[in-house]
């Protein structure tokens, strides 16, 4: 299983990126897909999942950011609006079972396949 993520870059506070996320080896709409980012010194940490159709955001991202896929490209992506500085981060695409309960959506050990991260970084 590969998984690929691109799409980061260097964006102005407020500005739009979209991330992509593509798999080879494994089909993305049948298992569940996470975004998760990791900052420089912190913890790795949830930004949001989509399962079966259901979507699920961390707070600090809830209202910014979409999370979709596009079956017939086996592509997943994550549509960041609104990007403010504490957004800045490597983000990571993942892929898990879509037997997961939603709670476990949020921990990164429930995910068995991780892209290689793409970095996102916000600033003036």
């Known amino acids: 299983v590969q998984l690929q993520a691109s799409g980061g870059g260097l964006v102005h506070p407020g500005g739009s990126l979209r991330l992509s996320c593509t798999g080879s080896?494994?089909?993305?709409?049948?298992?569940?897909l996470g975004w998760f980012r990791q900052a420089p010194g912190k913890e790795r940490e949830f930004v949001a999942a989509i399962r079966r159709g259901q979507t699920f955001y961390s707070n600090s991202v809830k209202g910014r950011f979409t999370i979709s896929r596009d079956n017939a490209k086996n592509t997943g992506y994550l549509q960041m609006n609104s990007l403010k500085p504490e957004d800045t981060a490597v983000y990571y695409c993942?892929?898990?079972?879509?037997?997961?309960?939603?709670?476990?959506?949020?921990?990164?050990?429930?995910?068995?396949?991780w892209g290689q991260g793409t970095q996102v970084t916000v600033s003036s």
């Open positions: 080896g494994r089909t993305i709409s049948t298992n569940s």
């Open positions: 993942a892929l898990g079972s879509d037997r997961l309960i939603a709670s476990s959506l949020y921990v990164k050990n429930n995910y068995d396949a």
